[in-house]
């Protein structure tokens, strides 16, 4: 038998998605969210931004800040994500994609607008292309203002999800 006839044969092999929790909402609406525990793997979604956001990100997560001390870590797919870190204002092009990339996301998740850009379109406010905030389009859990954000903000916003 050789290994391509093998291969052939088996198809695409992958494990079923794991059970969902449903998330109980409290007597005053939905529960506010808390610190994730141990580390949060982040996601980052260029939704449009002008890339002053990624450098810091970068910036942040270099040897100088080391982000990945206090339990953050960048992770490639957003099914491996607990939180979403979404720079720049929303883009026409970018919408879709974004809510795609939220609902993909496992729960409990948070999303994360990074700049003045995702909080309120920054200067990009009103602009053709542009569909609206993070806000405007996913539920938007802590912010980071600034434009862009020291790396020193943006890791102490993130260490708010950790809780250390």
Known sequence: ???????????????????????????????TPGPLAGSVQLRHIDAGSCNGCELEIG????????AERYGLRLVASPRHADALLV??????NMADPLRAVFDATPNPK?????????MNCGVFAGGH????????IVPVDVEVPGCPPAPEALIAALRGLTGR
């Not at 044969?9 to 969902?20: D, I, K, N, Q, S």
């Not at 292309?129 to 405007?136: F, K, L, R, T």
């Open 59 to 66: 910036s942040a997560f270099g040897p100088v800040y080391d």
């Open 110 to 118: 948070r999303v994360v607008a990074v700049g003045d850009c995702a």
């Open 87 to 92: 720079t720049g204002p929303v883009t026409r």
């Open 1 to 31: 038998m050789s290994v391509l006839g093998k291969i052939l044969r088996t198809g695409r092999v992958a494990e079923p998605a794991l059970p969902v929790a449903p998330v109980a909402d409290g007597a005053d609406g939905p529960p």
């Open 129 to 136: 292309g542009i569909e609206g905030a993070v806000g405007d």
